[in-house]
């Protein structure tokens, strides 16, 4: 069967079957937009005059978005409050089908909020609201036992990590593993932690380019020091692919077995490339669970990429949208 055929398939008949529970660092972005015309007479800062405000899920929230267009079943882990935009989340979330049953309250723990000022093409001012020490011990525990109870019924778990606190630990990550492994559930991780060694036994660990210099304390100026800084990443955190985002240079994917795979991108043109990463570790675990190689499914997150990067703000990419991506490609 042809390659685009093939994808294809996997969207249209694969993922709309698929179950995956989603464990992460749950955000909300808020937009506050406007117009500038004028500077302050208080001090020399520019005036947004309001125009309107607008929610969207950032973080974990975002990569379950991303699942749920593409046709998935998708249930979310993680914290928020029973704040304003904690009960917002879980609001929208419910509204998308989502289910919400262990997205845990915990004490003196905020939503963790992401608040942008800015006009239509410029962005002035982000105020962050968030306490991204340790989630408690009680919290992992429940965790872990919601997904003893879901296991059986998943496809994949993901894990997305901003470094907020939920998969602050390594022991956590691994007994979240050890778990899988024992369901023989695959396990796909977006991390943007140091504490690589705890990925021992994942399907595959997706760090962007600079999330991999700092993970091995390497500058990549280079294929040859890209090919040193992937080795020893995936050496290290025990996974079974490495896969990388390297923003307009594509995509790139080490294995133990063989040697590293290129993608080209393949951007027709680039607004935003906000949440691109979301998109493609989304759009791979799909692919693998719908019986794709991983070369496959890379190809297939690659041109998911490149739909959702022509697009503005945090974005994502439908089946629909997709499957016309892989008849013009």
């Known amino acids: 069967m042809e390659l685009n055929e093939r994808l294809a398939q996997a969207v249209r008949s694969e993922f709309p079957k698929k179950n995956i529970l989603v464990l992460g660092d749950l955000m909300v972005d808020k937009y506050t937009l406007g117009k500038v015309n004028r500077i302050s007479p208080e001090a020399p800062i520019q005036i947004l005059e309001y125009g309107e405000s607008k929610l969207t899920g950032g973080g974990a929230s975002n990569v379950t978005a991303n699942l749920t267009a593409l046709g998935a079943t998708v249930d979310l882990a ?11 989340l879980r609001s929208a979330m419910r509204a998308a089908g989502v ?16 608040e942008r000022f800015a006009t239509k093409s410029q962005q002035l001012l ?8 340790d989630i408690k011990e009680e919290t992992r525990n429940a965790i872990l036992q919601y997904l003893r109870e879901k296991l059986d019924a998943m496809d994949a778990v993901l894990l997305s990590d901003y470094r907020k606190g939920i998969l602050s630990s390594p022991d956590f990550v691994k007994n ?5 492994r024992e369901h023989r559930t695959p396990v796909t991780i977006d991390s943007k932690s140091p504490s690589i060694s705890a990925f021992a036994g994942a399907t595959f660990v997706k760090p962007n380019n600079l999330e991999l210099e700092q993970a091995v304390n390497m500058k990549i100026t280079d294929d040859e020091s890209l090919d ?8 290290t955190c025990g996974a079974q692919y ?12 080490f294995s133990h077995d063989h040697p590293r795979q290129d993608f080209s ?8 490339v906000t949440g ?9 675990t799909l692919g693998i669970v719908s019986g794709l190689s991983i070369r496959e499914a890379t190809v297939l997150g690659n041109l998911a990429a490149s739909v959702v990067v022509s697009k503005t703000g945090t974005a994502t990419v439908s089946g629909e949208e997709l499957l016309t991506r892989i008849r013009e490609s």
């Open 276 to 284: 691109a990463g979301d998109t493609v570790i989304s759009t791979i």
């Open 126 to 133: 982000r105020v962050d609201r968030e306490q991204s020490g």
């Open 242 to 253: 490495l896969i990388v985002t390297r923003g307009a240079k594509g995509i790139s994917v």
């Open 265 to 272: 991108s393949r951007a027709l043109q680039v607004y935003d």
């Open 176 to 180: 979240i593993i050890s778990l899988c």
């Open 228 to 235: 040193r800084a992937g080795k020893l990443y995936l050496e």
């Open 99 to 114: 289910g919400t049953d262990c997205i845990l309250e915990e004490a003196g723990r905020p939503t963790t909020l992401k």
């Open 78 to 88: 993680g914290t928020a409050a029973r704040d304003e935009y904690g009960l917002w």
